[in-house]
T-cell receptor, first 114, second 113 residues
């Protein structure tokens, strides 16, 4: 009963480095998304996907790339890490496209950019 | 544009008392969903309760209930008989037909023994 699995849980990067945050779900959910959480700002949507092969931008997409080659996986790529990207990142998934489907969240990845 | 507002940055409540966490929203879309999530100090996001914009009755889940006042655009979370384990951050969120979730800034609830 894994649900939404994020790896790694913690990561420290240097400015300019690139990395990929992994997200996998085993619930056959169509919808997946990435959020970042910063103090005093709640969660903000970075990118989302309504199914394999389909992605779209959220509220704060700059500096991040995503792809959705399978239903299960939705990796988030930081192309050139900046200190402003220091944050806690959450991946979430849910069924379909109706408003009454709660999103299931992973445990988060705490990322620090030096 | 859709917006969620949580005006209480922090609350202190005596154990066993009921607590109401405020949430107001702004949208012109007639179809939407309202959610409450709990984030304990360990960091995970836990889904608590959901209310649809067309639901006639207020949602309830155990000790949690959602006081939905559509005309006032409010969706307050009520926790009955608070427990020490209820101490956490609580986020109100709103979704629309395309399932984008918009979050409020959260309320930190502390239960006092």
């Amino acid at each position: 009963n894994a649900g939404v699995t994020q790896t790694p849980k913690f990561q420290v990067l240097k400015t300019g480095q690139s990395m990929t945050l992994q997200c996998a779900q085993d619930m056959n959910h169509e919808y997946m998304s990435w959020y970042r959480q910063d103090p005093g700002m709640g969660l903000r949507l970075i990118h989302y996907s309504v199914g394999a092969g389909i992605t779209d931008q959220g509220e704060v997409p700059n500096g991040y790339n995503v792809s959705r080659s399978t239903t299960e996986d939705f990796p988030l790529r930081l192309l050139s890490a900046a200190p402003s990207q220091t944050s806690v990142y959450f991946c979430a998934s849910s069924y379909g496209l109706s408003p009454n489907q709660p999103q299931h969240f992973g445990d988060g990845t705490r990322l620090s950019i030096l | 544009a859709q917006k969620i507002t949580q005006t209480q940055p922090g609350m202190f409540v005596q154990e066993k008392e009921a607590v109401t966490l405020d949430c107001t929203y702004d949208t012109s879309d007639p179809s939407y969903g309202l959610f409450w999530y709990k984030q304990p100090s360990s960091g995970e996001m836990i889904f608590l309760i959901y209310q649809g914009s067309y639901d006639q009755q207020n949602a309830t889940e155990g000790r949690y209930s959602l006081n939905f006042q559509k005309a006032r655009k409010s969706a307050n979370l009520v926790i009955s008989a608070s427990q020490l384990g209820d101490s956490a951050m609580y986020f109100c969120a709103m979704s629309f037909g395309n399932e984008k979730l918009t979050f409020g800034t959260g309320t930190r609830l502390t239960i006092i023994p």
